[in-house]
């Protein structure tokens, strides 16, 4: 079993910047891959980021790349998604989900573990 935890959620205005951190516990960290989700109201949950077990893959959905970067320290056992130049359309519940099967994996149903969600919200 795993418990993922997200904190770093927040109200910011467009332009602006947030880290989102993602805690893990129960099992080795270095062993799973880590991915990065959202949800607006409405809407269905979709990929944002991923990284592989040893964080040399990682990868973006096309609307956030070039603005958030993914990372990991498995000494730490954390994973983040640091998110620059906010927009409004980022607006979301973003999760962080676990993947002991695979590498990286970029859909959701392929994830095994998911946080609670942390709300992000961006002002125009």
């Known amino acids: 079993q795993v418990q993922l935890v997200e904190s770093g959620g927040g109200l910011v205005q467009a332009g602006g910047s947030l880290r989102l951190s993602c805690a893990a516990s129960?099992?080795?960290?270095?062993?799973?891959?880590m991915g990065w989700f959202r949800q607006a109201p409405g809407k269905e949950r979709e990929f944002v980021a991923a990284i592989s077990r040893n964080g040399g893959y990682k990868y973006y959905t096309d609307s956030v790349k070039g603005r958030f970067t993914i990372s990991r320290d498995n000494a730490k056992n954390t994973a983040a998604l640091q998110m620059n130049s906010l927009r409004p359309e980022d607006t979301a519940v973003y999760y962080c989900?676990?993947?002991?099967?695979?590498?990286?994996?970029?859909?959701?149903?392929?994830?095994?573990?998911w946080g609670q969600g942390t709300q992000v919200t961006v002002s125009s």
């Open positions: 129960g099992r080795t960290f270095s062993r799973y891959a």
């Open positions: 989900a676990a993947d002991f099967t695979r590498d990286v994996a970029t859909t959701a149903s392929l994830y095994d573990y």
